[in-house]
């Protein structure tokens, strides 16, 4: 059992505010998931890559970042949110960079892309959105996620959104049955994963259908053949937004949508505190059903 969410803003006026009414619903989703938490928020897009890095505490990415600028000769804007770090990747310089960092473990890339931003830790929803002042974020769009650790160990390295692919994150709450055998083919297929965890399989599998030509909306309709076991996805790119469950639906979700926002929970109260709430569509997202936004 987790808790995930999502929130995709229509209204640029809402945009400040991002991050505040992520934290909220994020809060709410404590009881489904008080092991990990994470979230990602589409922010003011970088000249170059946001390339997020995670270490295993703050003085020692401070420490890796400064060597690797003194690696690279030169000076690499970066913003430090407590045991993680965004630095932006001049434009041509990523591969560069992601060369020096496989060289050096113990520095872990969470995600990149011209505007996602990735963090995620051990602890409770509330504590992790104040380490990383998830209140004081803006951007178009974000998800999150509250794990419930119930078949692997309490890690960061199980927490979600898993990314595998420039501006593409997943949250699922479920349990795949095969990602043993799609991650040896995703492979293959010239995919890299981080962990063991089939949540970062379901996330491959996008980026592998959309990196083949698929849209957001098509990769995910492809993944209800290709995918076995139960599953509620909540998926964010560059621009877009969708949500997808699995064609028995056994986990619970809830979405709302007002001329100003749309919005997703694993439940109802996860979306009461969003501004017009009352006045909102509120309905369940159909099984084996895609529903996607995107920005114009």
């Given at each position: 059992m987790c808790g995930i969410v999502g929130l995709f803003l229509k209204d640029p006026a809402l945009e400040p505010r991002l991050g505040a009414l992520m934290a909220g619903m994020l809060g709410t989703m404590t009881d489904r998931g008080p092991d990990s938490a994470g979230?990602?928020?589409?922010?003011?897009?970088?000249?170059?890559?946001?390339?997020?890095?995670?270490g295993p505490d703050a003085a020692g990415l401070e420490a890796a970042v400064a060597a690797l600028q003194v690696a690279l000769g030169f000076t690499l804007a970066s913003q430090?949110?407590?045991?993680?770090?965004?630095?932006?990747?001049?434009?041509?310089r990523e591969g560069e960079i992601r060369a020096w960092l496989a060289a050096h473990p113990g520095i872990d890339v969470v995600g990149s892309g011209q505007r996602m931003e990735i963090y995620k830790e051990v602890g409770l929803p509330a504590e992790v959105a104040r380490r990383f002042s998830l209140s004081a974020m803006a951007g178009t769009h974000g998800i999150g996620h509250t794990r419930m650790a119930t078949e692997s160990a309490v890690t960061t390295n199980g927490a979600h959104p898993f990314s595998t692919g420039p501006d593409q994150c997943l949250v699922h709450n479920g349990s795949l049955s095969n990602h043993n055998a799609l991650r040896r083919t995703l492979r293959r297929e010239g995919l890299t994963f981080a962990t063991d965890n089939d949540s970062e399989v379901a996330a491959g599998y996008l980026t592998?259908?959309?990196?083949?030509?698929?849209?957001?909306?098509?990769?995910?309709?492809?993944?209800?053949?290709?995918?076995?076991?139960?599953?509620?996805?909540?998926?964010?790119?560059?621009?877009?937004?969708?949500?997808?469950?699995?064609?028995?639906?056994?986990?619970?979700?809830?979405?709302?949508?007002?001329?100003?926002?749309?919005?997703?929970?694993?439940?109802?109260?996860?979306?009461?505190?969003?501004?017009?709430?009352?006045?909102?569509?509120?309905f369940e997202p159909e099984p084996a059903t895609v529903y996607a936004w995107e920005r114009g």
């Open positions: 979230f990602a928020v589409y922010g003011a897009p970088a000249e170059g890559a946001k390339i997020t890095l995670r430090a949110r407590d045991t993680h770090t965004v630095l932006v990747a001049p434009e041509g592998w259908r959309m990196r083949e030509g698929a849209s957001l909306k098509g990769a995910l309709e492809a993944s209800l053949s290709d995918l076995d076991g139960f599953f509620t996805f909540v998926v964010g790119t560059q621009d877009g937004f969708a949500v997808l469950r699995d064609p028995i639906a056994c986990k619970p979700a809830i979405m709302a949508e007002t001329d100003a926002w749309v919005a997703f929970g694993s439940e109802y109260r996860a979306l009461v505190g969003l501004p017009g709430i009352e006045g909102a569509r509120v």
